[in-house]
């Protein structure tokens, strides 16, 4: 057993009775280790690090009430630490409450009375009865607020505003396909103290000096990069997705030369060619199109065409496609129409790091993808190549389109990428298309179209104008109104604008990372039928908003 124990001068002599007490156990002894007047907090935190990263089984803090060190531990995230009077009390935190740190007050206990405490402490087990773990996992949680809680007084507008952004994500049913919730983690990374840092160019080539600690964090981001999807080399450098693709068109191309893509109204992305956005601004772009009659990727006619307009990049990968995308079969493509193959797989990144997807990355020059959608990370971009092209890519990004890069960001994208590492997060990307599926053939099931008649991946599009008459932005208004968040999104061949759709994008990634299965997947596909049949039933947008409410109360945001 492994116990870090810490004292100020009020419970120094304390501290060494209880180590030379117990000369069985583990002690590390974080001081202080003299009786002279300093300062509690200090070593209330060197404690409370060493538990919190679970360096040791459980922590000891004594001053001279034991106040002050149970105060200053809980500052701390997964410490939990109690103040004791007796065996009785220790035995009920450890129980009850799964406390970790035992916090003891030297004018208040003797020697052997705290020997005696921190026996009970160190051996009562943590109950696992129902009622108890609730109360400590919110304990843990604190709703979420203590991640922002400086604000309510720093900023009291602001923190309302994420204080709202809580609630919403809390209390409804997230179906937007390129969202997710991030862990505590990678919130925690993507706010911390490496946003202060200035750092232009790339680990041990910094403009800056005092780069060491941002450094560590990016070369780690892009060496777990590179080994989660098997890449030659990667840039985590770029701020977004599209500027991920900007920087593979800059150290590749140049202006007016062609790109062929999917149309944006086929399910592709703005940054593919969008006459609104630069790539279609800059770049000579050729758009195609899914068949007709399947709705899917027709790989024959893709071939045909690019020997035809003979592109200088083939773009695949897209925003609103709801099937498996043939990687070989687009490098056997470019091989023959001579072109760099180009995939942005920011959609179904997630998939592809667990598993439930084909990698592009064998196949193509250059993957780009963000970090958040099904990865669940923060958000940014990031993109992978083989070896020839990494000068021409890191040139590209700085100092080519970018100037300082968000050290805080590439943090979090190297929290996100280890935890992506673990088998759960395999297990995830299967359950996201699971769930997929099953809520898909819950909508289906009531007799709406969807197109393609089916999803292979993390999303599927409903053909609302068509199976009932209403846009998509009807649609969407009325499941927003219901606890349910999808967004408008054109289908192949579209004939309403774009701002109105004849359809609805939706997408379980969000639900998934709840810990929802494909009964809840299910479940919320016939409340969506149930909304849709009626758009303008505001008693049924009430009902399906309380039972909304009440399944998200059982899947907690993480």
Not at 103 to 125: N, S, Y
Not at 208 to 236: I, K, M, Q, T, W
Not at 351 to 357: C, D, K, N, T
Not at 502 to 527: D, K, N, Q
Request: include cysteine; hydrophobic fraction near 40%; aromatic fraction near 6%.
């Amino acid at each position: 057993m492994r116990i870090a124990i810490g004292a100020d001068h009020g419970g120094f002599e304390l501290k060494q009775a209880i180590v030379s007490a117990l000369p069985e156990v583990e002690f590390t002894d974080a001081g202080t280790f003299a009786a002279d007047s300093c300062d509690y907090p200090d070593f209330a935190d060197a404690v409370a690090e060493a538990v919190a990263a679970g360096k040791v089984d459980f922590g000891v803090l004594v001053c001279t009430t034991g106040m002050g060190m149970s105060m200053a531990a809980n500052r701390f995230q997964n410490v939990r630490a109690a103040l004791c009077r007796d065996a009785e009390d220790a035995r009920i935190a450890r129980a009850h409450n799964g406390a970790n740190v035992l916090c003891l007050g030297q004018k208040r206990t003797d020697a052997a009375t705290a020997v005696e405490i921190l026996k009970a402490f160190v051996e009562t087990p943590v109950d696992d009865a129902e009622r108890h773990a609730r109360r400590r996992m919110k304990l843990e949680r604190a709703q979420r607020l203590s991640d922002f809680s400086v604000l309510a007084e720093a900023d009291p507008e602001i923190y309302a505003t994420i204080k709202a952004q809580v609630t919403q994500e809390d209390t409804e049913i997230n179906l937007i396909a390129s969202e997710n919730t991030s862990s505590r983690a990678v919130r925690i990374a993507a706010g911390s103290v490496l946003m202060n840092k200035y750092a232009e160019g790339y680990p041990g080539k910094r403009w800056y000096s005092g780069c060491l600690p941002v450094d560590a964090a990016e070369d780690l981001a892009r060496r777990r990069a590179c080994e989660l999807f098997g890449a030659d080399h990667a840039n985590v450098q770029p701020h977004c997705g599209s500027a991920a693709n900007m920087a593979v068109y800059f150290a590749t191309i140049r202006p007016g030369d062609t790109i062929l893509s999917m149309s944006l109204d086929q399910g592709g992305h703005l940054s593919h060619g969008s006459p609104v956005n630069f790539s279609g601004k800059i770049y000579n772009i050729v758009p195609y199109t899914v068949d007709k009659t399947t709705e899917m990727l027709d790989y024959d006619a893709i071939e045909r065409q690019a020997l035809e307009v003979k592109p200088k990049i083939l773009l695949t990968g897209a925003s609103a496609y709801p099937r498996r995308i043939d990687f070989k079969r687009v490098r056997e493509i470019c091989d023959k129409a001579g072109c760099i193959m180009m995939v942005d797989m920011a959609h179904i990144a997630g998939l592809v790091a667990g598993g439930a997807h084909e990698s592009p990355v064998p196949y193509a020059d250059f993957v780009t993808t963000t970090t958040h959608k099904t990865l669940g990370g923060p958000r940014g971009g990031m993109v992978l190549c083989k070896e020839k092209w990494a000068k021409a890519l890191d040139s590209a990004v700085f100092p080519g389109m970018q100037g300082g890069p968000l050290e805080n960001i590439i943090a979090a994208k190297a929290v996100c990428f280890r935890e992506w590492m673990s088998p759960e997060k395999k297990d995830y990307a299967q359950r996201v298309v699971a769930n997929c599926k099953a809520m898909c053939k819950a909508v289906q099931d009531r007799g709406y179209r969807i197109v393609s008649g089916g999803t292979d991946n993390h999303l599927f599009l409903v053909d609302v104008k068509s199976t009932r008459g209403i846009t998509g932005k009807d649609a969407a208004a009325a499941l927003d109104n219901s606890g349910i968040v999808v967004n408008k999104n054109t289908i192949p061949y579209d004939t309403e604008s774009p701002f109105k759709t004849s359809g609805i994008r939706v997408g379980p990634a969000s639900i998934t990372t709840r810990g929802m299965g494909e009964a809840e997947a299910t479940l919320i596909g016939t409340w969506i039928a149930d909304v849709l049949d009626d758009i303008t039933n505001v008693k049924t947008q009430e009902e399906v908003k309380a039972k909304a409410k009440a399944l998200t109360a059982r899947f907690l945001v993480p």
